[in-house]
């Protein structure tokens, strides 16, 4: 976490473009506070303006005198001129800097939304994961997660099972269901995120189906119009059907294609997110063909392409980003996501986060978080380096990194103690329960105060 931020507290920190907003600006003990009776200069300059040292023309310069109240306040207001990043440099009465702080100004259409920074694609000991969900669970809200589904290979009943775990604990993480999807017919990776039935027990020897085929055992309670488990024949068709759709080029495996596009047919019937992964995962050679996986990018017939996750080598995760900034040249554009397809949540995986997902939604639910991923108001986010990089719209790259410097740590804080009951919960300790009610709304009550709505 930055120096300013454990000394100095600077809110709201979002604001509307074009609109005025009231800010506060607080230091954090004695040790940071304000000359009492002394006025301070506040600068505010746009971070798009550029310098104004030659340029003194230039409308980039916002000056303030404001002397802080009894608490060692200073309140001022200002009207953000347009979006972006606002430096805000306090000084002294003799002109001595004291913190350089930072806010932001979005347009309308982000301005009511909120950032949400979380995981559609993980795993457990269920399939090939090292813990167990609930620890899973408690482990990635330690991280600052506020959103997850535990997407375990061929089965959806582990997402059933975490949800069941904390169902009546009011955590301020969501945890969604999930599964990814392996059915015959297509070596491609497809995340099922929050559908509320199993597209792997769709298929009648689907892995899901040893745990049962009755309704209850493959959806979220009261789904309706669950469909019913399909033989192999009627799969086959199925796929085929969906197959032909398409004008699918000679050299792309059709029948595979079709399996891909059936699949994700059935996650957004089921109200879930499809996630096309991990093309360039190397196991001996690439998971999927180049020429399958440029077709499957410029039809793009799923809902997000996994652009980062699972692996830190370069050849997955920068080559995806590459071809992915390749087709927005070619003016394909799809929304893109980050994962880290995690297997192991502790910290003994160096991998644990070697990405994730910034959501721009009204509401942390799983309605907003797939419609908000379907509208492109999705950044991802790779965590392999010393400081984070970025996947996605400019604008949204740039807003992210404000609020990964600014806004997330403060979370993360928070989120630590609330994994840590949350853990101990999962390990038997019913007074942890407790624990948790008292954290509940914590997190909600910093976004609103830091998002200003």
Not at 39 to 52: E, W
Not at 106 to 129: I, P
């Given at each position: 976490m930055k120096y300013e931020l454990l000394n100095y507290d600077i809110f709201p920190k979002v604001f509307p473009a074009g609109g005025t907003g009231k800010i506060t600006v607080k230091p954090l003990g004695a040790h940071a506070a304000f000359a009492e009776n002394?006025?301070?200069?506040?600068?505010?300059?746009?971070?798009?303006?550029?310098?104004?040292y030659v340029y003194k023309e230039r409308e980039n310069v916002f000056d303030f005198y404001i002397t802080p109240n009894k608490r060692g306040e200073m309140h001022f207001s200002f009207k953000f001129p347009e979006e972006g990043e606002y430096s805000v440099r306090i000084l002294d009465s003799k002109k001595k800097p004291i913190v350089k702080l930072a806010l932001y100004a979005?347009?309308?259409?982000?301005?009511?939304?909120?950032?949400?920074?979380?995981?559609?694609?993980?795993?457990?000991?269920?399939?090939?994961?090292?813990?167990?969900?609930?620890?899973?669970?408690?482990?990635?809200?330690?991280?600052?997660?506020?959103?997850?589904?535990?997407?375990?290979?061929?089965?959806?009943?582990?997402?059933?099972?975490?949800?069941?775990?904390?169902?009546?604990?009011?955590?301020?993480?969501?945890?969604?269901?999930?599964?990814?999807v392996h059915t015959p017919d297509t070596d491609v990776h497809i995340v099922n995120f929050g559908g509320s039935y199993s597209v792997n027990a769709l298929y009648e020897k689907s892995a899901q189906n040893e745990f049962g085929t009755a309704v209850k055992k493959r959806s979220m309670p009261g789904t309706e119009n669950v469909p019913p488990v399909m033989n192999e024949e009627e799969y086959h068709a199925a796929c085929a059907a969906a197959a032909e759709r398409y004008d699918i080029p000679e050299g792309i495996e059709k029948q595979s294609f079709g399996a891909c596009v059936w699949i994700f047919d059935e996650i957004r019937k089921a109200g879930g997110l499809g996630i096309f992964c991990h093309p360039y995962w190397i196991s001996d050679v690439y998971q999927v063909p180049e020429n399958f996986t440029e077709y499957m990018l410029t039809v793009h017939p799923f809902d997000a392409f996994e652009v980062l996750g699972g692996?830190?080598?370069?050849?997955?995760?920068?080559?995806?980003?590459?071809?992915?900034?390749?087709?927005?040249?070619?003016?394909?554009?799809?929304?893109?996501?980050?994962?880290?397809?995690?297997?192991?949540?502790?910290?003994?995986?160096?991998?644990?986060?070697?990405?994730?997902?910034?959501?721009?939604?009204?509401?942390?639910?799983?309605?907003?978080?797939?419609?908000?991923?379907k509208n492109g108001y999705s950044v991802a986010v790779d965590g392999t380096g010393a400081?984070?990089?970025?996947?996605?719209?400019?604008?949204?790259?740039?807003?992210?990194?404000?609020?990964?410097?600014?806004?997330?740590?403060?979370?993360?804080?928070?989120?630590?103690?609330?994994?840590?009951?949350?853990?101990?919960?999962?390990?038997?300790?019913?007074?942890?329960?407790?624990?948790?009610?008292?954290?509940?709304?914590?997190?909600?009550?910093?976004?609103?105060?830091?998002?200003?709505h």
């Open positions: 002394e006025i301070h200069h506040i600068r505010i300059m746009p971070m798009s303006h550029g310098a104004f979005v347009e309308a259409d982000l301005y009511g939304k909120y950032a949400y920074f979380g995981d559609l694609h993980m795993h457990s000991c269920l399939s090939d994961g090292k813990e167990a969900p609930e620890i899973v669970a408690s482990n990635y809200r330690s991280y600052g997660y506020d959103f997850m589904a535990l997407t375990d290979h061929r089965r959806y009943y582990p997402s059933l099972r975490l949800i069941e775990k904390f169902k009546d604990i009011p955590l301020d993480m969501k945890i969604y269901p999930g599964e990814e692996e830190s080598y370069y050849r997955q995760n920068g080559f995806q980003t590459a071809l992915y900034y390749e087709m927005r040249s070619r003016g394909i554009d799809f929304p893109v996501v980050g994962t880290t397809d995690t297997h192991g949540s502790t910290e003994a995986n160096a991998n644990r986060l070697v990405a994730n997902t910034i959501v721009f939604a009204e509401e942390n639910t799983r309605d907003c978080i797939v419609s908000a991923i400081e984070p990089r970025y996947v996605g719209h400019f604008r949204l790259i740039k807003y992210a990194c404000f609020l990964m410097e600014n806004y997330f740590p403060l979370q993360r804080k928070l989120c630590e103690r609330e994994g840590a009951f949350m853990r101990e919960f999962a390990l038997g300790d019913q007074s942890a329960k407790k624990m948790l009610e008292h954290c509940a709304g914590n997190v909600p009550g910093l976004r609103k105060k830091y998002f200003g």
